[in-house]
């Protein structure tokens, strides 16, 4: 099992393979600058050397952890100021990854203020397009995150995602993160043998499964459908343990690395690390 957790990195990049591996991880994420500014700088030659001789050190792979984007980004937001920033913060965001020899940017497609999902798409679309064709050299992978249908928010749903994939110009650089709160927000059961394959089978129908690369696990404060967005801890939410069982139990899942977001710090992510290994361990066999 690869898993690990949304790490801080507020004592320095090079101090995340670490502290990852002491919370009984063996991956992890990060953001690449403080989530909430539009400013955001390249590490310089010293951090970025560090960086990767921590991270060979750690046994962890580049390609196995996660870099999120900055919360600000909305490349389907209607208002040309903030859209040219967000292509201005993705572009330098890209280039922060690939400096720190990683190969995953995750982030969200965005909320179309009211505009329409189609314009939205049209709009996330163009702005992966101007992203991408600087950063043609790169070997940085966009990942796109389902998230809550909420707010405006487009992709949501594995169609929509679909049609984003498909209207860029570059689509063997775009592939998915699946979030199993957002996804339980959406309506997206995962608490039962058949509800895991039936999501297996429609993200495979839609984007393919060679797309689906990363995983945000996190429970869910609200029941299924409520489109409320808030993380709760492994098994203290309406996904509960044995609906995390299910999920985990499935081949298809466990080749992908699972990046805990959960409330709390270090201390509580060991302890939502011990507990996915507990939940697959402590279950037998089921077929419900």
Same mark, same amino acid.
């Given at each position: 099992?690869?898993?690990?957790?949304?790490?801080?990195?507020?004592?320095?990049?090079?101090?995340?393979?670490? +502290?990852?591996?002491?919370?009984g991880?063996?991956?992890?994420?990060?953001?690449?600058?403080?989530?909430?500014?539009?400013?955001?700088?390249?590490?310089?030659?010293?951090?970025?050397?560090?960086?990767?001789?921590?991270?060979?050190?750690?046994?962890?792979k580049?390609?196995d952890?996660?870099?999120?984007?900055?919360?600000?980004?909305?490349?389907?937001?209607?208002?040309?100021?903030?859209?040219?920033?967000?292509?201005?913060?993705?572009?330098?965001?890209?280039?922060?990854?690939?400096?720190?020899?990683?190969?995953?940017?995750?982030?969200?497609?965005?909320?179309?203020?009211?505009?329409?999902?189609?314009?939205?798409?049209?709009?996330?679309?163009k702005?992966?397009?101007?992203?991408?064709?600087?950063?043609? !050299?790169?070997?940085?992978?966009?990942?796109?995150?389902?998230?809550?249908?909420?707010?405006?928010?487009?992709?949501?749903t594995?169609?929509?995602?679909?049609?984003i994939?498909?209207?860029?110009?570059?689509?063997?650089?775009?592939?998915?993160?699946?979030?199993?709160?957002?996804?339980?927000?959406?309506?997206?059961?995962?608490?039962?043998?058949? +509800?895991?394959e039936?999501?297996?089978?429609?993200i495979?129908?839609?984007?393919?499964l060679?797309?689906?690369?990363?995983?945000?696990?996190? !429970?869910?404060?609200?029941?299924?459908?409520?489109?409320?967005?808030?993380?709760?801890?492994?098994?203290?939410?309406?996904?509960?343990?044995?609906?995390?069982?299910?999920?985990?139990?499935?081949?298809?899942?466990?080749?992908?690395?699972?990046?805990?977001?959960?409330?709390?710090?270090?201390?509580?992510?060991?302890?939502?690390?011990?507990?996915?290994?507990?939940?697959?361990?402590?279950?037998?066999?089921?077929?419900?």
């Amino acid at each position: 099992m690869i898993i690990g957790a949304h790490m801080s990195t507020s004592r320095g990049f090079d101090k995340v393979p670490q +502290a990852s591996l002491n919370i009984g991880g063996n991956t992890f994420q990060i953001f690449p600058h403080s989530p909430s500014m539009w400013r955001a700088k390249l590490p310089d030659d010293t951090t970025a050397r560090n960086f990767k001789y921590r991270l060979a050190e750690s046994g962890i792979k580049p390609e196995d952890t996660l870099v999120h984007s900055g919360y600000l980004i909305n490349l389907a937001s209607p208002k040309p100021e903030v859209w040219e920033k967000s292509v201005e913060l993705l572009d330098l965001e890209i280039k922060i990854v690939e400096v720190l020899g990683l190969k995953y940017l995750n982030f969200h497609p965005g909320s179309h203020l009211g505009t329409g999902l189609d314009e939205g798409i049209s709009r996330i679309a163009k702005g992966i397009d101007v992203v991408l064709s600087r950063n043609e !050299d790169s070997k940085v992978i966009l990942l796109l995150e389902n998230v809550a249908p909420k707010g405006g928010n487009i992709g949501s749903t594995f169609n929509e995602l679909r049609r984003i994939i498909e209207t860029c110009s570059y689509p063997e650089r775009v592939m998915i993160t699946y979030d199993t709160c957002h996804g339980f927000d959406a309506g997206y059961d995962i608490r039962s043998k058949a +509800a895991v394959e039936k999501l297996l089978e429609e993200i495979d129908s839609e984007v393919g499964l060679n797309r689906f690369v990363m995983i945000h696990l996190n !429970d869910s404060k609200y029941p299924l459908g409520a489109a409320k967005d808030r993380h709760e801890r492994i098994g203290e939410g309406y996904i509960g343990n044995e609906g995390f069982y299910h999920f985990l139990s499935n081949p298809e899942i466990l080749k992908r690395p699972l990046i805990l977001e959960t409330p709390g710090k270090d201390p509580e992510h060991a302890e939502d690390i011990k507990r996915v290994k507990e939940i697959l361990g402590e279950n037998g066999d089921s077929d419900d």
